[in-house]
């Protein structure tokens, strides 16, 4: 179960196309499409006109995650080996943190050599790695990538690692969300109305976000950003519109929101019983919450 949604999330995050980086928005397309070979070609033309750069890593990155989707393990190993040592050469240059295509790169390194791990059965030795790339990196994207794909091998069936104030002795759900987030928009309707058949039976729900430093592209403040936050609640979220949404950094990282919305479901002895890093039907997250409201 936890390896199929390793996979789901990671085909998703494929369908996700971002408007930085025309290359990466090819290659991600094709690969959607299932044309690793036609992604292959755009990602070797970019790399052979513009050098081994981070853009030229994260496009590889991508392949590696690609070959993963689709099952291809051999081209898997190449794109990842690739990958990897242009990614060390460029971070001996240039700090992951002052570039967003060396840090997503890296991250997707890292993610594609734990998911091989765990494909081949080792799943402690998945495990161990992410816990170790995560308390080397101090980088946002990169960790919480690597949070994503640890709480979607260990999450499930484990006490929550961040108490909600309030929440204690309830039954919760996590709706994790962003103001950039066009997903997530597209998700409120189906949380709104799984919260309004389920609330008188006990169902809190909560949805905390985070600062990112920036709205709709420009540098913001942090107060800057707060109102943006509320703007987009107020706008686009009326059907949840009285539902706590904090800002906090800490839930996001701990439930490892490198990709929104996330949806994270805990029972009244505070056990996730659901962690889902991309949208899911009303259909399936109602059989979800059913089964811990009995």
């Not at 794109?79 to 700090?95: F, I, P, S």
């Not at 594609?112 to 994207?141: F, M, P, R, S």
């Not at 039976?201 to 709205?215: F, I, N, Q, S, Y």
Request: aromatic content about 6%; overall charge negative; hydrophobic content about 45%.
């Amino acid at each position: 179960m936890n390896s199929m949604r390793f996979l789901v999330s990671i085909l998703l995050l494929c369908l996700s196309t971002p408007l930085w980086a025309s290359v990466i928005s090819e290659v991600k397309s094709k690969i959607a499409a299932g044309d690793l070979a036609s992604a292959d070609a755009i990602a070797d033309e970019f790399c052979r006109n513009n050098g081994p750069n981070a853009e030229c890593a994260n496009a590889v990155a991508w392949l590696a995650r690609g070959a993963l989707v689709m099952g291809n393990r051999e081209q898997e190993r190449l794109y990842l080996e690739r990958a990897k040592k242009m990614t060390g050469d460029l971070a001996g240059k240039v700090r992951p943190e002052d570039d967003y295509d060396l840090a997503i790169a890296l991250g997707a390194e890292i993610e594609v050599e734990a998911k091989l791990l765990a494909d081949q059965g080792a799943t402690d030795k998945a495990i161990a790695l992410l816990k170790t790339e995560l308390n080397h990196w101090k980088v946002w994207d990169i960790q919480a990538r690597i949070q994503k794909n640890l709480d979607l091998l260990t999450l499930e069936g484990k006490p929550e690692p961040l108490l909600e104030p309030g929440t204690s002795g309830k039954p919760v759900l996590l709706f994790l969300w962003g103001h950039w987030c066009s997903d997530c928009t597209d998700q409120e309707p189906v949380t709104a109305r799984i919260r309004q058949r389920c609330a008188p039976k006990g169902l809190m729900v909560v949805a905390p976000t985070r600062r990112r430093g920036d709205v709709n592209g420009k540098e913001a403040t942090p107060a800057e950003e707060d109102a943006e936050i509320e703007r987009v609640w107020k706008e686009s979220y009326a059907g949840l519109a009285s539902v706590p949404h904090p800002v906090d950094q800490a839930a996001m990282l701990a439930y490892g929101v490198s990709s929104t919305p996330t949806l994270v479901l805990i029972d009244r002895a505070g056990i996730v019983r659901l962690y889902c890093p991309f949208r899911l039907s009303e259909a399936a997250l109602a059989r979800h919450i059913d089964e811990i409201l009995r």
